[in-house]
């Protein structure tokens, strides 16, 4: 297996919701597109440009706005420079110009063609985009959405890696060379980014605190809101009023019910389509939030600490994602709330000051946990089961924190590579209803939205 050599920085991106294999990943595919194509000299002038989803993009597409998305990102956005009421102008259909290169032609969310659910490409999430001259196809590129955001390309080069000092491809590897090297767990990550982005570690820091204040910002606005969620379900916010509620007089859960806010508050603004950060995806962009925000706002834990833990909580992911899957689409739910849940629950244990064995016991536990679940939105919309879900999935990994937090090293039984390794054997084994087609699970058992 070779080494992990992702940044923390394409872990955590800041960008639209609701679903960061529907949004952001086919927004880079359309940016990605533009570029590409402005140095061509085709012979014949294309008279359209034609987008073909497939796979859960072609299930789930419309309710998660992957119209809209990749259109902006053909249009030349990228999600870390657009604006939310751009996007949602978007819906209208009203026709925008396609600037590229020679190419000027006119683009929709008419363009874009739901195409078959099961295929046979590479990754289930797949976007073609062509330009076209009637009939022809003049230039085409195939896209592959990769889950959190991540996406790839046929035939794309291999991109010239960074060599990172410290070479692991799971939790073992990194353990035996933490003990050799006598160094904590954030230092190796530290030393390992600094290699991979070629940034100072101060950079490193300044860079994490900007996605810090990105996860409690899109906390605070989700507490502030009210109303109900764009989308056929009219399903109302709830984050506002369960951490009003938790100033209650007689509210002895204030802690938990500020928890379960935070977790709503997150994942509602993701639900919105509003900015959030992808931790490890969108879907999934209130646990690691709530759990930030708590620590930083109601146990007082110092930023410094915070990041370290973060550092941390990246390398979970990194495992995860490279052992398994972190998208709903290859492995159900599992993936996503359950790989965030153990990345908070890392998260929570490092900052509190454990050392690194309850870390892995705390993600281990979340993570196993989650076994088995599946990803089945209910319309195809980033809202039920996923809000409540990620409310769950930080409270379970505060609550996994606490039970690791009293472990005895000697009487550890799981590992946090044998947890991932089940999990990527179950997704294997699921059916493709139960992997965000909405197919199967509650997208079919509640049908009246
Ligand atoms: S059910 Fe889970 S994996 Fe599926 S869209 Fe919702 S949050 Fe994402």
Redesign the pocket.
Known sequence: MPAITTSVFELFKIGPG??SSHTIGPMKAGYNFNKTVADLEPAEQPDNIEVRLYGSLSA?GKGHGTDRAVVAGLLGFRPDNVECDFLDSLADGKPQQFESGKISLPLSIKNVVYAEVENDFPYANTLLIRLRKGAEILFEQEYYSIGGGFIRWKDQLPEIQRTPPYKYSNMDELKSILAEEGIRMHQAILANETAISGISEDEVYEKLDVILDAMKQAVRNGLAAEGALPGPIGLHRKAKRLFDNSSQPNASDSFLIRLNAYGFAASEENAAGHIVVTAP????AGVIPAAVYALEEDLGITREKIREGMLVCAALGFIAKHNASI??AEV??Q???GVASAMAAGLIAYANGHRFWRTENAAESALEHHLG?????VGGY?QI??IE??AMGVVRAYNSYLIASVENEKFHKVSFDEVVKAMAETGKDMNSKYK?TSLGGLAVSVPNC
């Open positions: 609701p679903s789930t995806t969108s879907g999934s998208a709903g159900g739910c993936g996503e709330i679940i599946t990803c089945d939105p980033v089961p996923c879900r990620n965000e």
